[in-house]
């Protein structure tokens, strides 16, 4: 798989977050995939842990995602820093994340890493 | 470690980059810590290793660094964006990047990953 490939697949998951699409995001996911969101908390294994996370996530009310930089890509791995608005208890509020995704050999990401904590979220 | 503590390791290490200051830099990683930068190659493990790599990047010319976000902590990682300002070969020239430490138990970098490529690499 090309850096460029890789950079697209990590733009075209912002503009699928953005519109809400989880049928478009679970596309770009291998089916055994890792999510990690955020570090530090149990991993979901698998479509049907991580079609029920992007339903919960996304399902609820307008989620807003834009990139904050250049997507990184570094061997068979990318990173991004975006910012994601959404709703939290009734309240507009600004999360910055860094994701970090790991490529399978199909192109699909094999797992997906979000780095944020409390510090990250800013009310608006 | 506490998130605040972690963050203000992370914003030092930048301002050690910035510096030059390679026997600070050491100081945050643990002796037996591991580095891959960039994120595809071969890791460096241990102090000599580290130290060996920090003086070929900072010792030949001036580097500046600076965060472009802010600092994500989750669990016992932190990952945040910054910015690298170097010559290459003569070439002045800006290279985005997005570094994750794994802390250990005493607040050390038990390993840091650096995401970057050639796309991420401009001439100024």
Redo the contacts between chains.
Sequence with gaps: MT?EAM?AAMQRYIELVDAGDVDGILALYADDARVED????PPLIGRTAIERFYHKGLGRNKVHAHL???V??????????FCIELEWDGQPCTI???D?MEFNEDGRFQSMK???????LELR
């Design positions: 850096a950079r955020p570090v530090g908390t904050t930089g250049p990184r890509v570094a061997g068979n791995c990318a990173a991004m820093p910055r994340v860094i970090v979000a780095y944020w904590g409390v510090d990250n």
